[in-house]
């Protein structure tokens, strides 16, 4: 290695040489898609947790800062990611809003994003989410289109022809697929599959018998949305290779899916490959079915870890205005659309129940409220129904809540939603469990996304939220499941700060079926 | 289809339906390193033949005609390529000549290359055979290498840490692999692999081993050097796929060379596949195992063959004075260097005979002269010894001679040698094959290296070529073998118009080693 790259393989002399005692080098991991703020971490506290795992680059999407702060939160990731030797190549947002009914922090046109074109470190557009956008030929969004080469889409159950027109229109991948069947169809129409891992979004063991040498070259390993406590208990794209290695899959294509593949499918031509002339990007495993991380070197340098240091933060004001109890109340009888959780996915069932207003919480049928309070406008807040949560008693609120990240509840009692909702406002941003007068809160001074505290601290503190949930009978990881409540871009039904919203009908639809 | 794209797969309306009777439709094929000259027609003539082979792009590098003509030869193969609906796109010749010794019609430096940089059609530096100028940094190179993202190579035999050098400066491929060990360490390196099949580079059968699900998407197919007669009888890419699959290839894999695996290697992110948004390149087939060509599409229309339009030609004047026979007269004796013609390889052997030259031609031992005359400042002639061409009488005689296109010859007699020579001069270049008062020839009117004519009629003069030149005990192909004579970048021994030349010391050397 010489200046960062690769010189040769062979006997060379040089002036540091290491012995690695019979271990294994392979080649830096790349997650090919993630959104850093979704680790509730500052990008540079996001690096260290990742670089101990391998991962020498991640195309990240600013997509969640850039809902609630836009350009300026895309010029803040950018600055961050100047900050640790991690290679954090940004693909820029292309559905701020996700969609022209959603209401966030900023809209990004054409015209703004045009100002990133050519940025180091800026290499394409990101998840095309405005799937109808792109069928009815969207002006704004072709001419954000236009602006780049590289172009990943969002296409969650998109098929036939309006999938031909999906890709047609020029998006080259995907990483929402959930099914096989969905994964196959979108490989043979010449798409690249990013298979996803992430917290809740357990799509891999689903999708990895798609995998073979014919088409590892043609699919890559994402993590999407991966909490600091996943990165630092499960791990990173070394997670995703030990899993797949676990599932049967030769560690050889699972290493091709997590370098070569998602190098070439980004055009990185100087990386994913330990050859001549490429970047000295490489990690160290003990053994190659193990697949544990040992050391992780860097543009030929090893990564050692600098310690916290603490992270410049965006301030997001919350122009939030904490309802009222009388402002969540439901009235009425009848078919209820309710939010069904799907446990290990992103994606929610539209299920029907027969509910009277009077009945919520419906603990025996597990038939709680989801709140979301517009964070921007202190416009009010919406109501729906959600099943899944198991909560027994109290209340979870969060300021991370895709896309537009308002302030998002699930409780048991309208007294509990509204304590937590506070909570939230009063840190600024955050995430709370309340329960009688117990609190417990992890703040998000950056933009209301990303803890401003080391990781240890940030896990430590999930880990209390988590088991301070547990003890009120909540499913695992709920701020996950919370986070995804109001995203208005997957099937199928979902809550937002005007109520309750059908993603396939593309429009707010009544509580009430019937 | 629409206006030359896939539009999508599925059942679909459309304007104009195709029955196509059980055929199977594949992407068309792509040829990934060809030297179009080297067919002996000029490019849209080529570009008929090809095209019935259901090859629709091919990666071109005018390198003949740009040592005889520089850039205008260049510009020439541009203008002509508009004139097929075939893709002809230009890797630029980045060795004019191929080493600093050869004096051609031009020389190429970085600022003459320059100019081409962003022109249509143009995507690349083509085959760096000037390792030695790799590997000593050489400015001029290092320049020309700057100018362009995509570098192909041309290393015959290059290894190790010379190998890790020539690929750390920047080239991405090689199409010169004889061994399959060779050839694996190149793939290894990180280097796309061109397995070459031309008239008289066999490659196929040898590096085939080679291919298997993994290293498919690193492996292309490529002609380099086919005569007319070997595209009208034996077929371009669609040969390719037939040998590789009678060897043994699942046609799978044989197609992803032949397309998508080429596609890549370029960044032609339009081609290679049938998908949407692709460009409706594709031909039918009989069927996946005969893979006989019935009709070719390039996007989206059939391709009928408009018959023969006369090319523009290129004059390149011949400043050569034929030798008088006491000029290339031999003298002295003890071990000689021979040229040894290896069979359906582009390489030479370097053999050692006792010689006296008064014993010269000896028929007996098939050592016979092979004199190479300045085509550009009638200097004069150079001579040296070659065996493998199996002449009992006459002498065979081109302007087509591998990098500077010179007039090349061998033949039994001195006389004879003349004559011929002086055939080529006077037909303003060609090839030409005398014996006794026989003269078989065909004019090469396109700078001494494409004829005028349709292809059917130089396919019909080359067979009788072919044939005058068999009469006279001829290997077959013996024009092909006659060009790569003077070719001073392939190992291991030449002939120049300066005499002997030694390819890996790299010098001119006496015809007597003692």
Redesign the interface.
């Known amino acids: 290695m010489k200046d960062g790259?690769?010189?040769?393989?062979?006997e060379?002399e040089a002036e540091r040489e290491y012995d690695l005692a019979g271990a294994c080098v392979v080649p830096g991991l790349i997650d090919a898609h993630v959104h850093i703020e979704s680790s509730l971490l500052a990008p540079a506290e996001y690096a260290r947790l990742v670089l101990r795992h391998g991962t020498t680059t991640v195309i990240a999407d600013p997509h969640e800062i850039a809902n609630v702060r836009g350009a300026p939160g895309i010029e803040y990731m950018l600055a961050e990611s100047m900050r640790t030797p991690l290679d954090i190549l940004v693909m820029l947002p292309s559905c701020v809003p996700a969609t022209p009914l959603d209401a966030g922090g900023a809209v990004l046109a054409a015209t703004d994003l045009a100002r990133f074109r050519g940025r180091e470190g800026v290499i394409g557009l990101a998840e095309v989410m405005n799937v109808p956008g792109v069928l009815a030929g969207d002006q704004d969004l072709r001419a954000k289109m236009d602006l780049f080469?590289v172009i990943d889409g969002h296409a969650p159950f998109l098929s036939?022809?309006d999938?031909?027109?999906y890709?047609?229109?020029?998006v080259?991948s995907d990483h929402e697929c959930t099914t096989l069947a969905e994964a196959r169809e979108k490989l043979?129409?010449?798409m690249y599959v990013m298979i996803r891992e992430g917290s809740t979004e357990h799509n891999l063991r689903d999708l990895l018998p798609l995998v073979?040498?014919?088409t590892?070259?043609r699919c890559c390993f994402a993590t999407d949305d991966r909490h600091a406590d996943m990165l630092a208990g499960k791990g990173h794209i070394d997670d995703c290779v030990r899993i797949a290695v676990a599932s049967g899959l030769e560690v050889?294509?699972a290493l091709?899916m997590a370098t070569l593949s998602a190098a070439?499918r980004f055009?990185l031509?100087d990386r994913g490959?330990l050859?001549?002339?490429?970047l000295a990007d490489f990690c160290v495993v003990d053994d190659l079915d193990r697949f544990r991380v040992l050391r992780t070197f860097k543009r030929g340098i090893e990564v050692i870890d600098p310690g916290y240091r603490p992270p410049a933060c965006l301030a997001a004001p919350l122009h939030a205005r904490v309802p009222e109890p009388r402002e969540i109340l439901l009235s009425g009888r009848g078919e209820a659309r309710v939010i069904g959780i799907v446990p290990g996915q992103i994606t929610t069932r539209d299920l029907r129940f027969p509910v009277d207003a009077a009945g919520i919480p419906d603990i025996g049928r597990d038939i709680l409220k989801a709140v979301v309070t517009d964070r921007y406008r202190a416009s009010g807040s919406g109501v729906g129904l959600v099943h899944g949560f198991g909560l027994q008693e109290g209340a979870l609120a969060g300021s991370v809540s895709h896309d537009s990240h308002n302030i998002v509840a699930v409780g048991v009692t309208d007294a509990d939603i509204v304590r937590a909702v506070g909570e939230v406002v009063r840190l600024g941003g955050g995430l709370a469990v309340v329960s009688n007068s117990d609190v417990t809160a992890l703040p998000l001074d950056c933009a209301g996304l990303m803890s401003a505290l080391p990781h240890d601290e940030v896990v430590r503190r999930l880990a209390a939220l988590e088991e301070h949930a547990r003890r009120l009978g909540a499913i695992a990881n709920p701020f996950m499941y919370l986070s995804f409540l109001a995203l208005t871009v997957i099937p199928e039904v979902r809550v937002t700060e005007r109520g309750v919203f059908d993603v396939r009908a593309f429009a707010d639809v009544p509580l009430f079926s019937e």
């Open positions: 790259y690769v010189v040769g393989l062979g060379y080469e036939g022809k999938l031909n027109a890709i047609y229109a020029g080259q043979l129409r010449g073979n040498a014919c590892a070259p050889e294509l091709r070439e055009g031509h490959a050859a001549p002339g490429r």
